[in-house]
C-alpha cells in the first residue's frame, strides 16, 4: 500500500484524486461511460479516506469529461499515429491506457510530487516518458521539443482553472512558440461556477479553488492571431459518436440537465483550440 508520506500532496494536486476516483468507481459499473481497471486498482493502493467524494454528481461529470479527452485524442492519433500527445497535469490518469498505441510519442508532465506518486504505478518506456516540472516553466516544452516531432496534442484536463489568467496566457503562448500549429483541449470555467466553489459537491471536500474565469471560450482566439476554437461543448452537448454509446441512464439524466440550462452546466465547457 501506497505510505501516508508518499501520499502528501499539494493543495491543487491534491484535486488528481477526484477523477481518479470517479474512473474507478465508473468502472465498477455494469453499464459505464468508459472502462478503467487500473484507476480501480490504484484507488485500491492509496491509503486516502476516498468515501468524501461518494456519490458526487461531479464524478460522473468528471467522467464524461475525461471520455470526450479520449475522443478527441483518439482522433488525433487516428489522422496522425506517429504523432505526440503531452498529457499536462497528468495526476494518475490512465489516457494512454485507453487510447495510445505503439507508434506515437507520449509525455506525462505534471508537478515533482505528482510524478513522485505516478511513478509507483507507471515507468517510462522507449516511447512514454515522465516530465516533472510546472506547465508554466519553459524546460520542459524544450524537453519535449528536443525528443518528439509533431504534429502535437497537448490534454489540459482540470488543469488550466486553478491558474491564474496571466499564467494560462503564458502557457498558452508557451505552446504556440514551440509548437506552432498544435491541439490544445482545456476546460473552462465561467463565473457562476468559480464565485460558487464553496458550495461545489467535490471542491467543497478540498483546498484548492480555482482562479482563472472564462466566460467566453471564444475569446481564447483573441489571445494570438491565429488562434481558432474547433469545438467547445457543455457535458450536455457531448459530440454524437460519444453520446450515443452512453449508457440510457446518462442520456436521459443529461437530456434532462440541457432543459434545465443550470449555470453550473452550461458555464463548463470542454474546448478544443488550435494554435497559429
Request: proline letters at 6%.
Amino acid at each position: 500500500m501506497t505510505t501516508e508520506r508518499e501520499m502528501r500532496l499539494g493543495t491543487v494536486q491534491e484535486t488528481l484524486l477526484i477523477p481518479l476516483y470517479g474512473r474507478a468507481v465508473e468502472n465498477r459499473k455494469e453499464e459505464s461511460a468508459l472502462r478503467d481497471p487500473r484507476a480501480e486498482e490504484i484507488v485500491a493502493s492509496i491509503d486516502y479516506d476516498f468515501s468524501r467524494f461518494d456519490n458526487l454528481p461531479s464524478l460522473v461529470g468528471a467522467v464524461l469529461r475525461t471520455a470526450l479527452f479520449d475522443l478527441w485524442v483518439a482522433d488525433f492519433l487516428a489522422a496522425h499515429p506517429t504523432g505526440t500527445v503531452v498529457e499536462i497535469g497528468t495526476g494518475l490518469n490512465t489516457r494512454y491506457e485507453r487510447v495510445g498505441n505503439e507508434r506515437a510519442r507520449w509525455f506525462d508532465l505534471d508537478l515533482p510530487d505528482v510524478i513522485d506518486l505516478r511513478r509507483t504505478f507507471f515507468a517510462d518506456t522507449p516511447r512514454r516518458t515522465m516530465i516533472a516540472g510546472s506547465v508554466t516553466d519553459d524546460a520542459w516544452a524544450s524537453a519535449v521539443a528536443a525528443q518528439a516531432e509533431g504534429p502535437y496534442f497537448f490534454a489540459a484536463e482540470a488543469v488550466l482553472p486553478f491558474l491564474e489568467e496571466g499564467e494560462v496566457r503564458h502557457v498558452v503562448d508557451l505552446l504556440a512558440e514551440n509548437f506552432p500549429g498544435s491541439l490544445l483541449a482545456l476546460d473552462t470555467a465561467g463565473p457562476g461556477i468559480v464565485g460558487t466553489q464553496d458550495q461545489h459537491d467535490a471542491l467543497s471536500k478540498v483546498e484548492a479553488r480555482m482562479q482563472w474565469t472564462c466566460a467566453d471560450p471564444a475569446d481564447l482566439s483573441a489571445w494570438r492571431p491565429g488562434t481558432r476554437l474547433l469545438d467547445s461543448r457543455t457535458l450536455t452537448g457531448l459530440p454524437a459518436p460519444l453520446h450515443d454509446r452512453l449508457p440510457v441512464a446518462y442520456r436521459e439524466m443529461l437530456s434532462g440537465l440541457a432543459e434545465q440550462r443550470l449555470p453550473q452546466v452550461e458555464e463548463y465547457r470542454l474546448n478544443l483550440v488550435q494554435l497559429p
